[in-house]
């Protein structure tokens, strides 16, 4: 299928601990996205990547580091995980000048 | 920066059309989008506008832009309770990518 899929769909975890969240898309768009969705269901952009190129970094902590080894991958490292990045994560891709398709999301839950 | 605000709630019965509205600050949006959000899954797009048009019909969804008021309205004719979701209006403004979503509105369909 055609998708923007993201793994894990859950993810808890202890605060102070490192995780990954991975994105792949195989529409062949050249952009992508990480949003954060916090619990009042408010959605904001995080980061986008064009062509491996970053392009957007809003105001986020530096314990958030995106990844693409390739234009189809964009993956999100967080390090010393705090009880405030529970929330679900949103990665999304699109074509120039075409909307964004969004994958399911990422829950996180820090305990 | 865009600034995009919905009204949180909005309740009716099955059968009526429902209108959820939205107003955006920036008056150099090109695009505006509608999308959908399901209880615990992603984000579906809907439908979108481009700023040059006043409006357009997708089936059961119309889109309508007033861009001198900065208003943007979806009305969904024949409300099912499968319409029960959080509805997201979002714009990208001028030639870039970031997408600056409202904070969403809480459609209820009731029986």
């Known amino acids: 299928d055609t998708a923007v899929s993201q793994t894990p769909k859950y993810l808890v975890t202890q605060m102070g601990n490192d995780k990954s969240i991975k994105c792949e898309q195989n529409l062949g768009h050249d952009t992508m996205y990480w949003y954060k969705q916090d619990s009042k269901k408010f959605l904001k952009i995080m980061f986008s990547y064009n062509n491996k190129e970053l392009i957007i970094n809003e105001t986020v902590p530096n314990r958030f580091s995106p990844k693409s080894p390739d234009k189809a991958h964009l993956n999100l490292h967080i390090n010393s995980l705090e009880l405030g990045d529970s929330a679900v994560y949103f990665c999304?891709?699109?074509?120039?000048?075409?909307?964004?398709?969004f994958g399911d999301g990422t829950r996180l839950s820090i305990l | 920066g865009e600034d995009v605000e919905q009204s949180l709630f909005l309740s009716v019965r099955e059968g009526d059309s429902s209108v959820i509205n939205c107003t955006y600050t920036?008056?150099?949006?090109?695009?505006l989008y509608w999308y959908k959000q399901e209880p615990g899954a992603g984000l579906q797009l809907l439908t979108y506008?481009?700023?040059?048009?006043d409006m357009k019909q997708d089936q059961r969804l119309t889109v309508l832009l007033n861009k001198k008021d900065k208003h943007l309205s979806l009305r969904i004719a024949d409300t099912q309770t499968g319409d029960s979701a959080i509805y997201f209006c979002a714009a990208i403004t001028g030639g870039g990518n970031k997408l600056t979503f409202g904070t969403g509105t809480q459609l209820k369909v009731e029986l």
């Open positions: 920036d008056s150099s949006s090109t695009y």
């Open positions: 506008i481009f700023s040059n048009m």
């Open positions: 999304a891709s699109s074509q120039e000048g075409r909307p964004q398709h």
